[in-house]
T-cell receptor
Framework: DGGITQSPKYLFRKEGQNVTLSCEQNLNHDAMYWYRQDPGQGLRLIYYSQIVNDFQKGDIAEGYSVSREKKESFPLTVTSAQKNPTAFYLC??????????????????FGQGTRLTVV | QKEVEQDPGPLSVPEGAIVSLNCTYSNSAFQYFMWYRQYSRKGPELLMYTYSSGNKEDGRFTAQVDKSSKYISLFIRDSQPSDSATYLCAMARSNFGNEKLTFGTGTRLTIIP
């Protein structure tokens, strides 16, 4: 069935360790996003990609890295430089063809999230 | 000042009550307004979508946009325990596919049976 798959659902990271969160989509959407959600702070944009092999920093990119080698995949690596990584991480996609206007282009589709905890 | 402000709550109301959720914004370029619903430990899902000013109704839900006041609302009539969730407002300047969404912080709502 169509949608966005995030894995794992729960992830535990030791101090100083890098971890990678997976996000796969079969919606054929161009744009993909990574958000971090903390209590009382809403969704904060980490990185986004509008096309394969291209991505831009969001509002809180420090300590994170991404790649976009395939349209379907946008993995997020939480590096040891991220000092407070415990949070709920959400991957999202948006449809349409880049700069084309379309009524439905504004809807973002979300995965079910990965909860990352530092132990 | 954040571009989008939303009262984080929490908000608790008895079953059957009318619920009003609100967001204010500062960027007059926003033209597309959305409400997302997020159940605990799940990803958000689109609930309502409105373009420019006006009202939009879908069943028990009504979305209202007042661009002159930079204020949007979501009303829930005959609230049910299944409406208990976090509600996030979101906004965009255009409906281009590469436009980013700007989210509010979310309001946590509990409907008491």
């Amino acid at each position: 069935d169509g949608g966005i798959t995030q894995s794992p659902k729960y992830l535990f990271r030791k101090e100083g360790q890098n971890v990678t969160l997976s996000c796969e989509q079969n919606l054929n959407h161009d744009a993909m996003y990574w958000y971090r959600q903390d209590p009382g702070q809403g969704l904060r944009l980490i990185y986004y990609s509008q096309i394969v092999n291209d991505f831009q920093k969001g509002d809180i990119a420090e300590g994170y890295s991404v790649s976009r080698e395939k349209k379907e995949s946008f993995p997020l690596t939480v590096t040891s430089a991220q000092k407070n990584p415990t949070a709920f991480y959400l991957c999202a996609t948006k449809g349409g063809q880049g700069a084309l206007q379309n009524h439905m282009n504004t809807e973002a589709f979300f995965g079910q999230g990965t909860r990352l905890t530092v132990v | 000042q954040k571009e989008v402000e939303q009262d984080p709550g929490p908000l608790s109301v008895p079953e059957g009550a009318i619920v009003s959720l609100n967001c204010t914004y500062s960027n007059s370029a926003f033209q597309y307004f959305m409400w997302y619903r997020q159940y605990s430990r799940k990803g958000p899902e689109l609930l309502m979508y409105t373009y420019s000013s006006g009202n939009k109704e879908d069943g028990r839900f009504t979305a209202q946009v007042d661009k002159s006041s930079k204020y949007i609302s979501l009303f829930i009539r005959d609230s049910q325990p299944s409406d208990s969730a976090t509600y996030l407002c979101a906004m965009a300047r255009s409906n281009f596919g590469n436009e980013k969404l700007t989210f509010g912080t979310g309001t946590r709502l509990t409907i008491i049976p």
